[in-house]
């Protein structure tokens, strides 16, 4: 949905400050190699005393930039083509991690990732936190995660591919690494390979 201005008035004297606050946000995007981390509290609270600002306000403000990925355009996958056969399962710790197509559309391709492991019926509570997964098949392709679900011993992870992967997909490899974390800053250390022939 895109973004609605809450108010329709703007002072026009802001236009070079805010403009000074864009580049300045190039500036860091490029320092930091999109991976900024979030400043110590000292720096908060010191900057909050030195600038006038409100602490949960720099908190709050830092937050945001570090989610500067969720705002990228994405293409929606539109104009079905076909099916992919791709039926390659891993196993490890007790998990099988299977893909076992790839839907072809004129824009993009779809992966999912399932994942299925024996569970009790009634699991204690707390055991339904589910890690995020990252997709990654080479530099030339943008992939995201677009929604994942399941149920007891089974779950889905979707992913969209942008541009759309090659009607011969042999001699691809495909890499899912695991995060603890949404803003995938955590890593498990665990990483599902699959080489399709």
Known sequence: MPFEPPA????????KVDEQICSLL??????????????ADTFISD?????????????????GMRIYDFFKPRIEPAGFRKHLSVLKSVEKDDRIYSITVIRQYENASVIQLHIDWD?????????????????????????????G?????????????????PDDISNTKIVF?????????????????????
Request: aromatic content about 16%.
């Open 8 to 15: 329709d008035f703007y002072d026009g004297r802001l236009s």
């Open 119 to 147: 569970e009790p019926d009634d699991p204690p509570i707390g055991r339904h936190h589910h890690n995020s997964f990252e997709l990654f098949l080479g530099e030339q392709y943008d992939c995201w995660q677009s929604r």
């Open 47 to 63: 900057w909050a005393i030195k600038y006038d600002l409100y602490e949960e306000y720099l908190k709050a403000l830092f937050g």
């Open 26 to 39: 190039k500036q860091r995007r490029d320092i930091s190699n999109d991976n900024p981390g979030f400043p």
């Open 149 to 165: 679900g399941g149920s007891t011993g089974h779950f889905t992870y979707s992913f969209i591919v942008s541009p759309p992967l």
């Open 177 to 197: 690494k695991e995060y603890s974390d949404t803003f995938k800053e955590k890593p498990t250390g665990l990483e599902i390979v699959m080489n399709i022939e």
